[in-house]
Each structure stands twice: as C-alpha cells, then as structure tokens.
C-alpha cells in the first residue's frame, strides 16, 4: 500500500516540474515580447478654445482661418464660418485593450497581382 502512495507522489512530482519547466520555456521564448496599446478611447474632447488653439491661425490681415481634414481632404475655412463647439476632436485618450508583439527585422515576400 505504502508503495503505491510512493508512485502517484513520484508521478505528481515528474508532473509539476514539467509544468515548471514549460511554463519557464515559454517565458524564455518570449523574453523579447512586450506590451502595446492595440485599441484607444477619447477620454476627454477638446474644449472650443483648445480647438481654435490647435487648428487655427490667423493669415496677414489677421483674420483666423481654420484648417480642416474633411473627407481626407484640408479644408482651410474662416473661423467666423466654423461652428468650434460641433467639433469633436480628442485631446486625450486612453488604452483599453493591449496585445503582445515581438519586435523583428526580416524581409518578407510581397505579393503581385
């Protein structure tokens, strides 16, 4: 009796270093990885002041003129013509979801059509 107890420690023993030992295999493995932000959210929207601040300047005769990406395209438009408060743009944002990347220097095959 006392020899079949012996056994199943030994098996559990053999067991848990084997899981110590991959677990370590991984983490040797992964020793170059590390931690990017993979997906932001705005947490605070700029203020109407701070808008005018970043996109606008005035031109020679000192009238402001704001500069605009509408459709992919820079729109350049009178701040007199610019409603600042109906302008969402982020002044801060925050990570809310991380992936693990490995940073490499290959070259790739790129595909033709």
């Given amino acids: 009796m006392k020899k079949e ?7 559990l023993l053999v067991l848990i270093i084997i899981a110590i030992g991959a677990a370590g295999f991984g983490l040797f493995l992964e020793k170059d990885a590390k931690w990017i932000c993979a997906q932001t959210d705005c947490s605070r929207f700029m203020t109407g ?9 005035p031109n020679e005769e000192g009238m402001m003129f704001c500069s605009l990406n509408v459709d992919g395209q820079v729109a350049t438009v ?7 408060s109906a302008l969402n743009i982020c002044a801060e944002y925050k990570c809310i979801a991380e992936m ?5 220097d290959y070259p790739i095959e790129v595909p033709t059509a």
């Avoid at 002041?49 to 300047?57: L, P, Y």
């Avoid at 009178?78 to 600042?84: A, E, K």
């Avoid at 693990?100 to 490499?104: L, Q, R, T």
């Fill in 5 to 11: 107890g012996d056994w199943k420690f030994v098996l």
């Fill in 100 to 104: 693990k990347i490995k940073e490499v």
């Fill in 78 to 84: 009178p701040l007199t013509q610019l409603n600042v």
């Fill in 49 to 57: 002041q701070e808008v005018i601040a970043t996109i606008c300047s």
